[in-house]
Nanobody, 125 residues
Framework: QVQPVESGGGLVQAGGSLRLSCAASGRTLSSYTMAWFRQAPGKEREFVAGISWRSYGQIAYADSVKGRFTISRDNAKNLVYLQMNNLKPEDTAVYYC?????????????????WGQGTQVTVSS
């Protein structure tokens, strides 16, 4: 099984950028569909972006981040990235990297089998 590990979170001012990385231990990420979710205090975990298992595969974004966030993967380096630009205070949350077997890009957190511990992103106004 694969164990995702996130990095790259931090504190940034509104309008700034951050890049999150997700590395994997245990197995290569190339066989998994990967996604980023986030959870703010008092809210449910929500889908942010996802990419199917092939490097050139299907990509999806939540409406709230379209045009600002970009997900990508480098299967050779066993990494998945989330580039976040023009950050807003409402993007503040713990961001999680998740993996699921198979090629279908799912939007529900219930369909993901493996989760990282999360990395905090805080955007100040």
């Amino acid at each position: 099984q694969v164990q995702p590990v996130e990095s790259g979170g931090g504190l940034v001012q509104a309008g700034g950028s951050l890049r999150l990385s997700c590395a994997a231990s245990g197995r290569t990420l190339s066989s998994y569909t990967m996604a980023w979710f986030r959870q703010a205090p008092g809210k449910e975990r929500e889908f942010v972006a996802g990419i199917s298992w092939r490097s050139y595969g299907q990509i999806a974004y939540a409406d709230s981040v379209k045009g600002r966030f970009t997900i990508s993967r480098d299967n050779a380096k066993n990494l998945v990235y989330l580039q976040m630009n023009n950050l807003k205070p409402e993007d503040t949350a713990v961001y999680y990297c998740a993996a699921r077997t198979g090629s279908r890009l799912a939007l529900s957190p219930n369909e993901y089998d493996y989760w990282g511990q999360g990395t905090q992103v805080t955007v100040s106004s």
